[in-house]
Nanobody, 120 residues
Framework: QVQVAESGGGLAQAGGSLRLSCAAS????????MGWYRQAPGKQRELVAI???????NYADSVKGRFTISRDNAKNTVYVQMNSLKLEDTAVYYC??????????????WGQGTQVTVSS
């Protein structure tokens, strides 16, 4: 059984920074990718950033140049450094992990989410 846990959410002022962390634990043999999604009030869940085990990254246009995703494969942990925060970054942020177990079966797990609130 695999658990995904986010941390680092909270309150920040516009123009400020936050760093989110996500750790996956359990019977993980190999991680395919780890990423962050967010859902703002009245909006659909959207991709924020994703990083593959090989290090390739993708970012939403709205966060390019402001957010940086990174990972520690040995710890099955992903981070997103969020700089120059804007009011529209306010959302619940969810961590997503795509991985394989020792039998090479594929799985897709989600964290419970962490609230990020940006104030003026």
């Amino acid at each position: 059984q695999v658990q995904v846990a986010e941390s680092g959410g909270g309150l920040a002022q516009a123009g400020g920074s936050l760093r989110l962390s996500c750790a996956a634990s359990g019977s993980i043999f190999s991680v395919n990718s780890m990423g962050w999604y967010r859902q703002a009030p009245g909006k659909q869940r959207e991709l924020v950033a994703i990083i593959s085990a090989g290090g390739s990254t993708n970012y939403a246009d709205s966060v390019k140049g402001r957010f940086t995703i990174s990972r520690d494969n040995a710890k099955n942990t992903v981070y997103v450094q969020m700089n120059s925060l804007k009011l529209e970054d306010t959302a619940v942020y969810y961590c997503n992990v795509k991985y394989r177990d020792s039998r090479w079966y594929e799985y897709d797990s989600w964290g419970q989410g962490t609230q990020v609130t940006v104030s003026s």
